[in-house]
């Protein structure tokens, strides 16, 4: 029994290992099958990821390929627009030039690419160019460009604003200097500054007293932004900005830029740009001076062509010779004399008497009317010698309204020429009157309170003493002297009453001045108070302290540093523009400058 139980279990073991066995078979076919399945579902999930990606990215660099190439036709377009623009253009033949403008011709307005040759279908074109002036600028103008451009089927369209000026670039900032601009000690320049060699910046102020020449050590120099500038600082390169007695190249301390900055020029990296002088839109004082000589139609078209001449020469006698002998006549302005008759000791002839009130009478009627007709102006005219006005002779120096000074588009603006010095002297307690443009052979001289509207040209240099400068009319002067311009102060010592260094009761000045020449600027004993700007073709050197400065000393000056009480400060103002217009000089080309892109749809 035993071996037949036995037997039964063997027998029933093989029965399970047979069924096991059998159930076994075609699953390593399933599971082969399976993960066939698995990585053609992995394969194609690949296989359309990479097809799509291919066409994203092929997609994407026709994007890119239409933007650059419509972003070359803005380029195109822009290069077209300069190259109509003569050299040394007229401003006021500007807006003429700019009204014919059109787009190129067919064959010439197709933005030229290879992209094609590479097997893309590509094209780009310019599709507009439109030009408007600025409404308040009448020398500012806008050119609006559009192109369109087409890779593969990927449409792009931008518009770029293209803005021409024909303002001389001095006018745009606050402080400034064509070659190096030194700043030395605490002025305060609310505006942007440029330099057009090297900006030098140091914390000590140079002056002289008494016969000794003495430095003070101070605060560096501020500049701040106002309502109408950034407060920018306009250099050559980083390496163009130096400061220190050492005079450290800014550009090796690029690990400590932003706290350097911060403590020399009060201002962030972002603020610091590169203006290469290639691009700086400069002017000739002696060719702007024949330019508005010419304009003035006082001389012959021969006796112009002399006077060009004399003013390259620096001839001013021969120049002087030739405005004084001008035709006609009737042009021409001079001093008058009173002639009055004396009465005959212990004749008491009553006819006689009679007749010599009457010559009296009638010559001071003559002579006053004389006087009147430099207070109203109204046509160009040529000043025979040295002029003074001082409102005791000459009560003003008026054009007879706004209109007759700036001229409009069939007549050029009016002019008077001083063929010598011109004297502004004023010691009243009101405000001597100064509208018209003026072109000043020799020196001019201001003194005292003088409010102007006026563009003035002056071939000598130019002086000013202890003068307070007004606006007349809501406008200032703008004044460009081919000599140096030399600010005295005789009010030396005063303290400056407000935290800002602005007070309303200092005297001010309240125009743009420009020299051909170098320039040093004080304030130390003195104050200097600006609203407008200050330039120089060549070297401008400003000294400055703050807080308060007495004389008690033999040798030197006794300075209490306070850095909330500048004694030197510029503030910079854009009206200058719109308020002389035609009147300011001519410059030797167009400033170009173009705007950010802008996506279409």
């Not at 009761?505 to 108070?529: C, P, Q, R």
């Amino acid at each position: 029994m035993l071996f037949k139980k036995r037997l039964d279990l063997m027998h029933l073991g093989k029965i399970k290992r047979s069924l096991q066995l059998h159930s076994e078979n075609g699953s390593a076919l399933l599971l082969v099958m399976f993960l066939v399945l698995l990585l053609s579902v992995l394969g194609m999930a690949v296989m359309g990821a990479a097809i799509g990606g291919a066409t994203r990215t092929e997609t994407r660099e026709s994007d890119i390929q239409s933007l650059h190439l419509a972003q070359k036709g803005l380029n195109e377009a822009t290069a077209y627009v300069a190259s109509q623009l003569p050299e040394n253009i007229n401003p006021d033949q500007l807006a003429g030039i700019l009204g014919e403008l059109t787009l190129p011709n067919d064959t010439d307005h197709m933005i030229s690419t290879n992209l094609g040759t590479l097997g893309n279908d590509a094209e780009g074109i310019i599709t507009s160019i439109t030009g408007t002036p600025d409404v308040l600028n009448s020398r500012i103008y806008y050119i609006d460009v559009t192109a369109t451009a087409e890779v593969n089927g990927v449409n792009r369209n931008l518009r770029q604003r293209i803005t021409l000026d024909s303002y001389p670039d001095f006018l745009k900032y606050a402080f400034g200097s064509e070659h190096n601009l030194i700043l030395n000690g605490a002025p305060h320049l609310q505006g942007n500054v440029y330099a057009g060699n090297q900006l030098i910046i140091r914390n000590i102020a140079n002056y002289t007293y008494n016969g000794f020449d003495n430095q003070k050590q101070t605060s560096y120099p501020q500049i701040s932004a106002n309502s109408v500038s950034a407060g920018e600082v306009h250099v050559q390169s980083w390496d163009s900005i130096r400061h220190g007695i050492s005079q450290t190249p800014l550009a090796k301390e690029a690990g400590n830029l932003n706290d350097t900055l911060k403590e020399i020029l009060d201002i962030t990296p972002d603020r610091v740009k590169i203006k290469e002088k290639k691009k700086f839109v400069e002017i000739n004082v002696t060719q702007s001076f024949g330019d508005k000589l010419e304009e003035a139609g006082v001389l012959s078209p021969e006796d112009m062509a002399k006077a060009r001449a004399f003013i390259q020469n620096k001839n001013i006698s021969g120049l002087n010779g030739l405005l004084i002998g001008a035709h006609p006549t009737e042009g021409h302005l001079e001093t008058p004399v009173l002639l009055r008759r004396d009465y005959p000791e212990g004749d008491q002839d009553h006819d006689l008497i009679k007749e010599i009130d009457d010559y009296n009478e009638t010559e001071l009627r003559i002579y006053n009317s004389k006087l009147a007709m430099l207070s109203t102006l109204y046509d160009s005219m040529i000043f025979d010698k040295d002029l003074t006005v001082d409102k005791i002779g000459y009560k003003s120096l008026e054009y007879a309204s706004e209109d007759i000074k700036n001229g409009d588009a069939a007549n050029p603006p009016k002019w008077l020429i001083v063929a010598g010095d011109l004297n502004l002297a004023n010691n009243s307690a009101d405000f001597l009157n100064v509208r018209g443009n003026i072109l000043v052979t020799g020196d001019v001289t201001i003194k005292g309170k003088v409010a102007f509207n006026s563009t003035m040209l002056v071939l000598g240099k130019t002086t000013i003493e202890d003068a307070e400068i007004e606006r007349m009319d809501g406008k200032e002067l703008v004044l460009i002297s081919s000599g140096r311009v030399l600010v005295n102060r005789f009010d030396a010592f005063k303290e400056v009453s407000t935290a800002e260094g602005t007070s309303a009761s200092e005297m001010k000045m309240k125009g743009f001045f420009y020299t051909e020449a170098n320039g040093i600027l004080y304030g130390v004993g003195s104050k200097f108070w600006l609203e407008g700007g200050f330039f120089a073709k060549g070297d401008l050197e400003v000294n400055a302290v703050t807080g308060s400065v007495n004389a008690s000393l033999v040798s030197e000056l006794d300075i209490a540093e306070d850095a909330k009480r500048r004694r030197f400060f510029v503030d910079y103002n854009n009206k200058v523009y719109e308020d002389q217009k035609a009147s300011l000089p001519r410059v030797t080309n167009v400033s170009v400058s173009v705007g950010p892109v802008e996506l279409l749809k």
